[in-house]
């Protein structure tokens, strides 16, 4: 019987990454929650928090560069691009992005997302996950956990009008989260894209047009 990396192997999404040079299947949640909700409109300055190993800074670069050229008008623009990914584990690196190896949840992460913009941004992605112990209900108040530090982040170091994606495992507390985090925003969607494991409980949450 196929063990459970085997069955990861011949997965649909899996083999996709594979053709196409993603470094992960997760590039596909990103592409499908991109095309439902065009979170990259406009978007220069990217953060991406729970990063490694890389799909999602790899489709961030992506609509950044056909940002620099989609966008040469007289609205918000710029002629560059920033992105940071965060992540505990090391990240091996993608041209013109910035990895930093660090615990978002410190205190020290908002002095270099401050530092190397030297603005607000545009968008702010997680993706990031706790490690799963296996006992649902705790999972879920540790995930919860992380998505209140990553609120933070965003309150903090996201633009007026900005967007932003938090992964959240579905649960009794998740409803709370996601009123605090609609304060924040004019609309609030969850959603789980079609890349997303059916047996999975993960959900994200994507905040459009900060206020
Ligand atoms: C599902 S993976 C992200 C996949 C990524 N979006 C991609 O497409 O390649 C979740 C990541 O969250 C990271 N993570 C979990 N807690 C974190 C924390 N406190 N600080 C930074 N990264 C964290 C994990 O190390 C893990 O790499």
């Given at each position: 019987m196929a063990n459970k990396r085997e069955l990861h192997k011949q997965e649909p999404f899996y083999k996709q990454a594979k053709k196409e040079g993603?470094?992960?299947?997760?590039a596909y949640k990103l592409l499908d929650i991109q095309k439902r909700?065009?979170?990259?409109?406009?978007?220069f300055y990217i953060l991406d928090l729970g990063?490694?190993?890389?799909s999602w800074l790899q489709v961030a670069k992506k609509f950044a560069e056909e940002n620099l050229e989609k966008y040469k008008d007289q609205f918000y623009y710029r002629d560059h691009y920033k992105i940071i990914g965060i992540d505990i584990k090391k990240v091996s690196p993608i041209e013109n992005i910035n990895t930093i190896k660090a615990d978002?949840?410190?205190?020290?992460i908002k002095e270099q997302i401050d530092s190397y913009f030297r603005a607000k941004l545009d968008i702010i992605l997680s993706d990031a996950s706790i490690k799963?112990?296996?006992?649902k209900f705790t999972d879920h108040i540790r995930q919860l956990n992380l998505c209140y530090n990553i609120l933070g982040i965003v309150k903090n170091n996201l633009k007026y009008k900005g967007n932003a994606v938090i992964k959240a495992f579905q649960g009794s507390d998740f409803d709370t989260f996601a009123k605090e985090m609609k304060s924040i925003f004019r609309f609030l969607k969850s959603y789980k894209p079609?890349?997303?494991?059916?047996?999975?409980?993960e959900i994200y949450l994507i905040g459009l047009q900060k206020k």
């Open positions: 993603y470094r992960a299947r997760s909700f065009n979170i990259f409109k406009r978007a990063c490694a190993p890389g978002l949840t410190k205190l020290e799963k112990i296996g006992n079609k890349a997303s494991k059916k047996k999975s409980n």
